[in-house]
């Protein structure tokens, strides 16, 4: 495609989202289902919805940033976005999402935190259903969503969040390593540079984004490993650049953080 031809797909793609997002404010039924496809690299600008989104990667990884931190959606994971809260999404790969948009009065406690978890067959199968093309309303379309809202606050949680602080001094720091990770961060630096001792700081760190930072870097590795192996860059090459001594090391260190080696998250399984 010419630079004007993808000129004009992104423009495209910026005006239907802005379309889409008039109709999920217009939508007057309890959850309000609907797909999406964005190519590699397309990013979501700052936006946000009086409704709660559940989105479910299909194929792909979606980045989700706010400034509460982030979070990534692989495939097999769906998310629970709050309503009202401002985020940005980047595509990680051509990426085709299931969103249900869920109204407030939809539910009687809904999640006030964003949640990345690991789909059901259940939940995967209904959200399929749910955005299906349907003759009007029917009971059973109000059956599968009604089912959808239980199931999705039955789903298990997994870290593939990442929060940061709401200190501007260790915010900073957070920035820095995300820019330049490396996986032989030590404590002692980072407690040296906010003038605190390692046991304040370990305090500290915590208190600011609820982990250690020991865990805190590793699910920042994650993320910043994420984009490159969806862009095709070898295992061995990333593992290295964070600053691994081996490869098995980093996979070890992945599997243990995610329950799979790192490909794996990039398997897309057949469609029901």
Known sequence: ??????????????????????????????VYAIPSEYPA?????????SRAQFVYASAGVLMVSSVQGRWMVPP?????????LVHTVDMLGDVAMLSAYVAPS???????????????????ALIIEAVAPADGRSSRHDLVMALLLEEVLRL?????????????????????????????????????????????????FRKETGI?????????????AFPR????????????DLGYESVAAFITMFRRMLGTAPRGYFKTPENP
């Not at 004007?4 to 495209?12: H, I, K, P, W, Y």
């Not at 397309?42 to 936006?47: D, N, P």
């Not at 250690?212 to 910043?224: D, E, G, I, M, P």
Request: with cysteine.
């Open 1 to 30: 495609m010419t630079k004007s031809g993808q000129r004009l797909a992104l423009s495209e793609l910026a005006k239907l989202h802005v379309e889409r997002l008039a109709a999920i404010e217009a939508a007057s039924e309890p």
């Open 41 to 49: 690299g397309y990013h979501v600008k700052a936006h946000s919805h």
């Open 76 to 84: 097999e994971h769906a998310l629970w976005i709050p309503a009202g």
């Open 106 to 124: 939809a539910l009687a406690d809904p999640p006030t935190a964003i949640r990345v978890v690991a789909l059901t067959d259940l939940a995967r």
């Open 156 to 204: 298990p949680d997994r870290p593939l969040g990442l929060p940061f602080p709401s200190d501007a001094r260790l915010a900073a720091l957070c920035r820095g390593f995300m820019e330049n990770p490396s996986a032989r961060l030590v404590i002692d630096d980072w407690a040296e540079r906010l003038a605190m001792s390692r046991r304040a700081f370990t305090r500290f």
């Open 212 to 224: 250690s930072l020991s865990t805190w870097r590793q699910q920042a590795a994650v993320f910043t």
């Open 229 to 240: 192996i969806a862009a095709g860059e070898a295992v061995t090459a990333v593992a290295l």
